[in-house]
């Protein structure tokens, strides 16, 4: 082996004798200048310290490659004004290699030190280390290094050439960052040619830009420079740049890659919108396609509409302009403004309109949302629950004095005086069972109740005295009880009194439908004293005896629902609710919803004024928190998110509200002049004078009933029509009869803005004329077939995609084309329908006379022969009277 000086086999490895010099000495090897030798052994120890300096050997499998690069760059502002534009590369690459390390590292001088430099040099410097199995191995790769640069060499050229062709006179400009890839070009080169020695690698640059404004001094000189480039130069910097454009395309991509924080989905995302906004363009991710093609028809949209919806939302809606839905409407006769409110069945019809699909709103309907929690809640496991019951009677039967007594000897295990707050309902614990009274007696609290749809009593007691009997309010008790059909516990007062008549009480009532168990009924009577306690135990008995018939049950671990019992503006607490919870438990700190009220709850007590966390099923609870005074009677839900919360309340409040109270369903008597289908029972509700007015008028209109039509009187009273008389239509859909009395003033109220049809008479007869309409209304009308003509068929005549046409001549009265018919064929009906079509001549007609001919076809019938008949005839319908 010859040997050689530091100068020569630097100039081998293409690297500088200093850079040499100075590896050479960080290797331990002494070198005073680039003339001394260099024997085997100390490139031996060069290579060995170099394989070390890169990390470790054996099992390294991983070449990283740092080059820092400055360049200046001189050019051109938008002024015009000369700017020296620095720019700094820095190339990073970690090679993964699966070859004999020994061969990766002895490569590795050449590949770091010069990028551009032909593969072939280094083999000089590994020669001491290598075999000839070794050498043979480098001989072959360095052939096949040799053939990949000519054709890439040539590769380029015919590039280059292709694109010279197509921009002659377009000279590339040096755009700042196209100089960065640029200089960073040389360095994808190493790749390319690393990929040919390590099987696998992976790239990573990260560039840098740094530009300084200052005034070039030597403008001027970088014209001249740029003169005096040669051709040669000129090309081969288009040549690099070319290269660059084809690697570095997806550079971009790879920088924001690296730049996007958190999980591949919402770097997709944050790449879409990205791409939505035109920009970040990722050829080689985006479909060859353009994913949009331009509608050649019209597109139909699917508008759901709300109960109202503004002229602007609705034109959104259907993608047109606001102008356009004002047109529509326009010729609809309506003027309108952009900002206008439409209601539902106007909105449909412009959609129709418009030719864009209409579809009734559930999902705008943030109310649609209860539904679901609703329906969540109705697979949850149901459990027992405690009955809830209500006491109702005639004045001063001692309905408050019951209460009084069960309250004060029952609630908290007896404790008398443990009571500390009244809140309108409490709990009872008895051997058998808990029981949940609501506290407040009378007809109001339950009907107004009702009337909301809150069916909030399991059980009435119906407090009758013993030493009174059964008296008015006696019987409206039954009767609301009944038209909520609810059962009916008779608790027979006043037993203490030596006056008093258990068995009259059971016969009085009797007459009112509430039959005694012992007498074959339903009804359990029980004799009590709310003075002396005698019989109080058998009348819980009796409750909790019912409730088992009624199996109650809730579901416990759902969200809470139930009913406001009362609520109040406290002056220190705000408004506080009383709540009765019916299914699910309600819990200290959940958003509840009742009406158009909504809350958090801040604070929660028990009847005795405790503290709780926690209310479950039939347990009433005070509530603190809700945004405004609840409307006693009123559903509440409780739900898990407070903006949907305010959401369904603010809905509430808004106008839709009186749209909601428009569509309640009241009971008009008009409904049931005009009622054809098989409504068989009229409500009534009748209000009189006196009671023998009251009687004698029940009396005339029972007269009314049929087997078909019935009169339901679901109660009635003498007195004014009151407050609970409108909640109890509303709740019975009945209609109020008032005969020689008015409505005052707060039924009244109820009446405006309920609707309910209350009618007032002072004649007998006026009142039962009207209801006989009504009933008479009510009942199917009377349908009779009228015999129209025959028709001789004399022709048949079979036409493609029209069908059988009958040349016809009317033999017998006449034929009408909306008639029904029936084919006749030797006096023997084969088909039954109606006509497809009736025509003279080539003209359709409405119908065609005795002695004329004429042509036809029925409808879904083709079977029609020469020498049928055809039988024209209708259906006449009569209302029937009463
Ligand atoms: N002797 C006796 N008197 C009773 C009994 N229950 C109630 N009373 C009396 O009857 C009167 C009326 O009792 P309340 O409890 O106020 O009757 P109420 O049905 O609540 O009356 P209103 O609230 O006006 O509807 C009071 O004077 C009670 O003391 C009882 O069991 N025996």
Redesign the pocket.
């Known amino acids: 082996m010859t040997q050689m000086t530091v100068e020569q086999f630097a100039h081998d490895l293409g690297m500088l004798p200093n850079l040499l010099l100075e590896q050479l000495q960080a290797a331990g090897v002494v070198k005073h200048s680039a003339a001394d030798l260099m024997t085997e052994q100390d490139k031996a120890r060069l290579l060995d310290y170099l394989r070390k300096s890169h990390g470790g050997e054996g099992s390294r499998a991983k070449i990283t490659l740092t080059r820092r690069q400055t360049k200046e760059i001189k050019q051109a502002d938008g002024t015009g004004r000369p700017r020296t534009i620095e720019v700094k590369v820095r190339k990073k690459r970690v090679l993964t290699t699966k070859r004999n390390i020994t061969e990766a590292v002895d490569k590795r001088p050449a590949q770091e030190s010069v990028s551009s430099k032909s593969a072939e040099t280094p083999d000089v410097t590994a020669s001491p280390i290598i075999d000839a199995e070794q050498k043979a191995l480098r001989a072959e790769e360095a052939r096949k290094r040799a053939e990949l640069v000519a054709r890439q060499t040539a590769e380029f050229k015919e590039k280059e050439k292709r694109r010279q062709q197509a921009a002659t006179s377009d000279e590339i400009k040096e755009e700042p960052a196209q100089t960065i890839q640029k200089s960073a070009s040389e360095e994808v080169v190493v790749p390319k040619s690393t990929t040919e020695t390590s099987s696998k690698a992976t790239g990573k640059t990260t560039t840098s830009v740094s530009a300084t404004s200052q005034a070039s001094s030597s403008a001027g000189a970088q014209a001249t420079q740029k003169l005096s480039e040669k051709p040669e130069e000129k090309n081969k910097k288009k040549k690099k740049q070319i290269k660059q454009q084809e690697v570095w395309k997806d550079e971009p991509v790879k920088r924001r890659e690296s730049k996007t924080r958190g999980d591949a989905a919402a770097q997709q995302e944050w790449r879409m919108r990205k791409d939505k906004r035109g920009k970040g363009k990722r050829s080689e991710e985006l479909p060859p396609q353009h994913a949009f093609s331009v509608p050649t028809e019209p597109v139909v949209h699917e508008v759901l509409i709300p109960e109202t919806i503004s002229v602007a939302t609705l034109a959104q809606k259907m993608a047109v302009k606001a102008a356009e839905v004002i047109k529509v409407l326009m010729k609809m006769g309506t003027m309108v403004t952009i900002n206008q409110m439409l209601d539902q069945e106007t909105a449909i019809i412009v959609v129709e309109e418009m030719g864009h699909i209409a579809k009734i709103a559930e999902s705008d309907n943030p109310e649609a949302f209860l539904e679901e929690v609703t329906s969540s809640t109705e697979a949850v496991k149901m459990e027992p629950r405690a009955p809830v019951v209500t006491v109702m ?10 209460l ?1 007594y069960i309250r004060t000897t029952r609630v908290a295990g007896g404790e008398a005086g443990g009571i500390t707050q009244h809140i309108g309902a409490y709990h009872v614990k008895t051997s058998r069972g808990m029981i949940t009274f609501l506290d407040t ?2 007809h109001e609290a339950f009907t107004a109740m009702r009337a909301r749809g809150a069916k909030i009593t399991d059980i009435v007691i119906l ?1 009758v ?1 013993a030493d009174d009997g059964v008296m008015p309010q006696t019987i409206e008790a039954v009767n609301h009880a009944r038209a909520a059909d609810i059962p009916i516990v008779v608790a027979v ?5 030596p006056e008093a008549n258990f068995e009259r009480i059971k016969q009085e009532l009797v007459n009112h439908g509430v039959v005694p168990e012992d007498w074959g009924g339903d009804a359990m009577f029980i004799g ?5 306690g005698q019989g109080i135990d058998d009348l819980l008995e009796a409750v909790l005896l019912q409730a088992e018939v009624l199996e109650l049950e809730a579901a416990r671990d759902a969200p809470a629902k139930g009913v406001i019992i009362e609520s109040r503006l406290d002056k220190g607490r705000g408004p506080v609710a009383t709540v009765l919870v019916q299914s699910g438990t309600l819990r200290h700190g959940d958003v509840v919803l009742t009406g158009a009220v909504f809350g958090k709850i801040r604070a929660m007590l028990d009847e005795r004024g405790k503290s709780v966390k926690t209310a479950s099923t039939s347990i009433p609870v005070e509530i603190q928190g809700l945004s405004e005074v609840a409307e006693a009677g009123e559903v509440f839900i409780a739900l898990d998110n407070e903006r949907k919360a305010r959401e369904i309340a603010l809905f509430r409040q808004g106008k839709f509200r009186d749209v909601r109270l428009n569509k309640l369903h009241v009971a008009k008597m008009e409904d049931a002049f005009g009622h054809q289908q098989d409504v068989s029972t009229l409500n009534l509700i009748i209000k009189a004078d006196v009671q023998g007015s009251c009687e004698a008028l029940i009396y005339a209109l029972k007269q009314l009933e049929t087997d078909e039509v019935k009169i339901n009187i679901v109660h009635n009273g003498v007195g004014a029509i009151i407050e609970s008389d409108i909640n109890l239509a509303l709740a019975s859909e009945a209609v109020i009869i008032g005969f020689n009395c008015r409505a005052d003033l707060r039924a009244r109220k109820l009446i405006g803005s309920t609707g309910v049809d209350v009618r007032y008479y002072n004649i007998i007869y006026e009142a039962v004329d009207e209801v006989k309409q009504a009933l008479s209304g009510m009942m199917a009308p009377d349908r009779k077939e009228k015999t129209l003509g025959l028709v001789d068929i004399r022709e048949i005549y079979r036409i493609s995609k029209v069908g059988v046409v009958a040349g016809c001549y009317v033999l017998e009265g006449l034929i009408k084309r909306d008639a029904l018919v029936r084919v006749l064929r030797d006096s023997v009906v084969i088909h039954e329908g109606s006509l497809d079509s009736l025509k003279r001549f080539k003209d359709d007609v409405k119908e065609v006379k005795a002695g004329f001919e004429c042509g036809l076809s029925l409808k879904n019938f083709n079977d029609i022969k020469q020498g049928d008949q055809v039988e024209a005839y209708e259906i006449v319908e009569t209302a029937r009277v009463l």
């Open positions: 009677g005639h004045v001063d039967h001692g309905k408050t004095s019951l009084d007696p009378g407090v005295a007062n006043k037993m203490d009194k009590v004293s709310a003075k002396t």
